[in-house]
């Protein structure tokens, strides 16, 4: 199903052959989870270009996909050519937004004959949009990543004490994750306190947690190549009233957000959801990021929501949902939810609870 809809794309892009180097893109159409190799899909050849460290796994793995290993003098440029010629293929698509130059260079002096502007056709996001819309086994893992996420939360509650570092914390969380049937992570993990929780991308550091800080944890992680995220911001000791009144705003913005998204929508129009909430109470200049993107074997897919995105949502994409108020000089709040798009609404795969916790 999956290889036959990348077919159809390179049909009605008038190709005769895709060379693919997306690690998600190739393991989502030939089950290789590898890295450093390639996918060469035609309308009669599906083969790994690979490497000895790869052959044995890109064999077992990759079902129903050729292996072909680079040797010496055999190199990719090599095994690409005769590719080419034994399927008289003149018009090739690339991933052009993940080929570097120097690496299409070098396969294209591999080629003789032919006029390369013609030969080399960028496929730009094409591909990678066949993975928008989840399938249900698909679902079923990011669920079980998340379902880890909402765990390793429960449990660095029982951790979290004045004293203990960013760096600390953020190290837990990943052990917690890795013990508990994750793979790795699934970016890297964000345990922002105090000021820092003011940058949503912080960087953990050394700084210790003290009372009145604001704490704000994003991670997540990979279960069978799948990834989760979420983002839940607590209080170390009691919380002011203008900590309360922030994260009120984002809760409603949020809640509004998951009340109100479904199919059909584009995503702008999810966006505004929860724009409009932070924007009525007065903060819009603190919400800077786009209220959400799509997740799957990477940790941000397309489409997202955002004030930008015109694509309309299907049932099946995935999308977080995670409204914040970042005020220097202050902290900030975030709170994020992985959910399922629906016809009628959306599919909550998070579950952590979400009223402000002061510990």
């Known amino acids: 199903m999956r290889i036959q809809a990348a077919r159809t794309l390179l049909k009605e892009k008038g190709l005769d052959a895709a060379f693919i180097a997306s690690p998600a893109n190739i393991r989502y159409l030939s089950g290789f989870a590898g890295t450093d190799s390639y996918l060469y ?11 000895s460290r790869y052959t044995l796994q890109a064999e077992e793995e990759g079902k129903g996909s050729e292996v072909r290993t680079i040797k010496g003098e055999r190199g990719y440029g090599v ?8 399927d008289k293929a003149t018009r090739l698509g690339f991933e052009d937004g993940v080929m570097t130059w120097q690496t299409v260079k070098k396969l294209q002096e591999a080629q003789e004959g032919g006029k390369e502007e013609e030969r080399w056709v960028p496929l730009g996001e094409d591909l990678s949009l066949l993975r928008a819309v989840k399938e249900e086994e698909e679902i079923e893992k990011l669920s079980r990543a998340e379902q880890i996420g909402d765990e390793a939360f ?6 979290i004490k004045p004293g203990i570092t960013e760096l600390e914390i953020a190290a837990k969380l990943e052990y917690y994750m890795k013990s508990h049937g994750a793979q790795e992570k699934s970016f890297d993990t964000i345990a922002a306190s105090g000021l820092h929780s003011a940058m949503p991308h912080a960087v953990p550091s050394e700084k210790a947690l003290e009372k009145g800080d604001f704490l704000t944890l994003d991670f997540g992680c990979r279960y069978q190549g799948y990834c989760s995220d979420m983002t839940r911001t607590i209080v170390i000791g009691k919380a002011s009233q203008k900590q309360k ?3 009120k705003i984002v809760l409603e913005a949020q809640e509004a957000a998951l009340s109100g998204l479904r199919a059909g929508m584009t995503g702008a129009e999810g966006d505004r959801l929860a724009r409009k909430v932070i924007e009525e109470a007065g903060y819009a200049e603190y919400f800077g ?3 959400g993107h799509s997740v799957g074997l990477e940790i941000h897919e397309k489409p997202a929501l955002s004030p930008k995105d015109q694509t309309i949502l299907r049932p099946g994409i995935i999308e977080t949902i995670e409204p914040g108020i970042y005020i220097p000089g ?8 992985m959910t399922v798009i629906t016809e009628n609404g959306i599919r ?3 579950s952590s609870p979400k009223e402000l916790i002061e510990l």
């Open 330 to 337: 202050f902290g900030g709040v975030r709170i994020e939810d």
């Open 245 to 247: 009144e922030i994260y």
């Open 154 to 159: 429960s449990y660095i509650l029982t951790e």
């Open 348 to 350: 909550n795969l998070t």
């Open 289 to 291: 990021h786009g209220l």
């Open 41 to 51: 899909l035609s309308g009669r050849k599906q083969v790994i270009l690979t490497d």
């Open 79 to 86: 095994l690409l050519k005769e590719l080419l010629e034994e």
